[in-house]
């Protein structure tokens, strides 16, 4: 017979279930890990972990990039609030071949190469020759037409970005960018405004 203590404690853990989904959810990762190491950007035990999964020929994901990130980095990550991850969910193989040049001088150069290919992408994606517009681009990061092409023939590279796609896919993700917080998903290109709204509670402000 369930005793008037064990009913208590029930309903304190249902009422607490929410508190604790949002902890589980903040240790559990999302979709797979990438085999060339995920690059995380600020404290890492931080309360609340944002994945995004990113296509570097998206449009949304470009607006993302230069209206909310800047503001989003300076407010949260910068100041170990929040870590920040993104991973690559190419959306044609022209935006693979971004990742995959993103990744081929080490993942220092991770973030610095996608920014660039982000604040620059109506310079490379959408024209007439993407691929030399690209070299072109990349070339500012210190590539070589030599190592351009040599990235490219990567096939460990090329089969690290689409695993992360396919886990990425498996998860839930189905359009870019798409947003993971502390589990939470979220699509498009939020604003510095609802990324506060989903964020601050999770604080704890």
């Not at 008037?4 to 029930?10: A, K, P, S, T, Y």
């Not at 600020?42 to 990039?65: M, Q, R």
């Not at 070589?144 to 896919?169: H, W």
Request: aromatic share 10%; glycine share 8%; with cysteine.
């Amino acid at each position: 017979m369930t005793s008037r203590r064990q009913v208590m404690l029930g309903t304190a853990a249902l009422a607490l279930s929410p508190l604790l989904a949002g902890h589980a959810a903040q240790a559990q990762d999302i979709g797979v890990a990438s085999p060339l190491g995920d690059v995380w950007l600020g404290k890492p035990d931080a309360k609340v972990s944002i994945i995004e999964y990113a296509s570097l020929t998206c449009g949304h994901c470009a607006t993302f990039h230069r209206d909310t990130w800047p503001a989003l980095k300076a407010k949260y990550i910068d100041t170990g609030k929040v870590r920040f991850l993104l991973r690559e969910f190419p959306l044609d193989p022209l935006a693979t071949a971004g990742f995959m040049l993103a990744r081929c001088n080490g993942n220092d150069k991770y973030y610095p190469m996608t920014d660039l290919l982000f604040a620059q992408q109506r310079n490379w994606a959408f024209t007439e020759k993407p691929v030399d517009a690209l070299s072109t681009m990349v070339k500012q990061a210190g590539f070589t037409q030599e190592s351009f092409e040599a990235c490219l023939k990567r096939q460990d590279i090329y089969e690290a970005v689409n695993q992360v796609k396919e886990g990425g896919a498996k998860a839930g993700v189905d359009s870019t960018p798409t947003f993971f917080i502390n589990g939470q998903k979220r699509s498009g290109a939020l604003s510095i405004a609802e990324f506060e709204k989903i964020i601050e509670p999770l604080l704890g402000s």
